[in-house]
């Protein structure tokens, strides 16, 4: 049930990561594609607080980062390289997010929205991953 | 542990490149290109009746006259193929195009708000980079007679304050239905000082949003033309996959579609002003009232401008807006069906579907 799980939100993760350098890709290659994201860029800006909304989710993804790389470092100890790859992850993929998303913007990047979603789903899942993995990590120490 | 690090390294990498594998073209067009070019060793004196300036239709014989040195336009004139992206995503430029001609991206000439034409600033600049004065001949071409990217730019010049703006009647594939020469090296132009007027020279070109609403409701002798699919006239479709909403502006009137051939003959060459007229009568328009054209963006809007233009007609002007700046406005009064008959529906955008996109 773990594997499958494991393997489910591996699978959702580099589909998030694609799907960012797709859309990315045929924004600059596809005028249907370009007059899209433009055309969901206009909407979602019209109709939902972006900013505010990102600016919530990278505060809830870079505090959840620090938080469990914390609680990483303090069982160190009884944390095998799987895990630690698994935090170095997580680190990398909260940064790319959180970096992308207050660097860029819809003047720089005709997919912006898209790609922040795309990268901030990668980030969440690879966050709640290295948090199952912590968890693990905590069990085997306390049967020590 | 360090095989597979290796292994999901080398499966990344496999998906990576099979990603990239799916979006490039195979270059076997161009290959073929290739092979029914004309050989640039000819020599060519191909001499063609002279025009007006007010012409916008030409023929390739003689855009290939000017190229050779026989009109009076030859002194100074800019050759712009027209379409969307960037000159090394344009197979339309890459893969062969008239010689000395530079690559017209036509986000150069509209802003992403709206799609309308750019700021005077950016347009007097643009064409300042692309060697564009007031006075050059400027001969714009696309793919084909129906693709209406060059009429959009020849369009943005005209308004601009550019004199002298032609296009080539049945684009590249009449170019090479004539058997006229191409290349695929890249040209850069070289940038001009002072374009030589104000710009816009000719603002009443173009009407704005509240210019149209004004009209519609004070001036009985205006009309506002659709050049856009009968099923988008209808309101069955908004023809485009990132717009929602289908309709038309509350008091427009159908003129045909450009897409669909309409305004073509069967050389794909531009029909005249007695098609044009045809299809307003069929509205109970004509010539003589005030006629505003628009579309989706402002594309295929641009080719019965340029018909009448060429035509002497001054009563002419393009709501540049079209459709996609009309439904934002959930305010704004829309009609669904033919205003003529009994069945049209009409309303406001803010109650219009959101499942009309064209899939």
Not at chain 1, 70 to 75: I, S
Not at chain 1, 80 to 104: D, E, F, P, Q, R
Not at chain 2, 24 to 44: F, Q, R, Y
Not at chain 2, 316 to 322: K, L, Q
Request: with cysteine; hydrophobic share 40%.
């Amino acid at each position: 049930m773990r594997k499958a799980g494991y393997i489910l939100a591996v699978i959702i993760e580099a589909a998030a990561l694609a799907g960012a350098w797709i859309v990315n890709y045929f924004a600059t290659k596809k005028m249907g594609m370009a007059r899209y994201v433009i055309y969901k860029n206009q909407t979602w800006e019209r109709e939902y607080p972006m900013e505010v909304l990102q600016n919530t989710v990278i505060a809830v993804l870079v505090v959840s980062t620090v938080l469990l790389f914390l609680a990483f470092f303090r069982k160190r100890r009884y944390s095998g390289k799987w895990t630690l790859a698994m935090n170095a992850g997580m680190i990398t993929l909260t940064s790319v997010y959180a970096g992308y998303s207050l660097v860029s913007s819809t003047e720089t990047m005709r997919a912006y929205w898209f790609v922040s979603l795309f990268l901030g789903i990668a980030a969440a899942i690879q966050v709640i991953k290295t948090g199952a993995a912590n968890l693990l990590c905590g069990e085997k120490m306390n049967e020590k | 542990m360090k095989k597979r690090i290796v292994s999901m390294l080398l499966c990344a990498a496999v998906t990576a490149s099979l990603i990239a594998g799916c979006g490039t073209k195979p270059n076997g067009d161009a290959e073929d290109n290739k092979e029914t070019k004309k050989k640039d060793t000819e020599v060519s004196d191909v001499k063609a009746d002279a025009v007006e300036k007010t012409k916008v239709y030409v023929s390739p014989d003689w855009v290939q006259s000017v190229i050779d040195g026989n009109q009076v336009e030859s002194s100074d004139y800019v050759i712009l193929e027209c379409s969307w992206g960037e000159e090394a995503d344009s197979p339309s430029y890459t893969t062969g195009h008239i010689k000395g001609a530079y690559h017209m991206n036509t986000d150069g000439v509209e802003s992403d708000e709206y799609w309308n034409i750019r700021t005077p600033e950016e347009i007097e600049k643009l064409m300042l980079d692309y060697g564009i004065t007031k006075d050059t001949a400027v001969i714009c071409y696309g793919e084909n007679g129906v693709v209406s990217a060059d009429d959009r730019v020849a369009f943005a010049l005209l308004w601009a304050g550019v004199e002298n703006v032609k296009c080539l009647d049945g684009g590249m594939e009449a170019w090479n239905d004539a058997g006229y020469p191409t290349e695929e090296e890249s040209s850069k132009p070289k940038a001009a000082e002072e374009f030589g007027t104000t710009v816009p020279a000719h603002p009443e070109y173009i009407l704005s949003i509240d210019e149209v609403k004004d009209k519609l409701a004070n001036d009985g002798n205006f009309k506002l033309v659709s050049i856009r699919s009968e099923a988008e006239f209808l309101g069955e479709t908004s023809g485009y996959s990132y717009i929602e909403k289908a309709g038309e502006p509350e008091g427009a009137i159908w003129g045909h579609d450009t897409d669909d051939g309409s305004y073509n003959n069967e050389d794909g060459t531009a029909v005249g002003a007695d098609v044009v007229e045809k299809y307003l009568a069929e509205s109970g328009a004509s010539l003589e009232n005030e006629l505003s054209f628009y579309c989706g963006t402002g594309w295929r809007a641009a080719i019965p401008f340029l018909i009448l233009y060429e035509n002497g007609y001054s009563n002419i002007s393009m709501y540049d807006g079209g459709w996609y700046q009309w439904q934002m406005d959930d305010s704004n009064p829309v009609q669904i069906g033919d205003p003529a008959g009994e069945d049209c529906v009409y309303t406001t955008v803010g109650e219009l579907s959101n499942d009309k996109a064209n899939k």
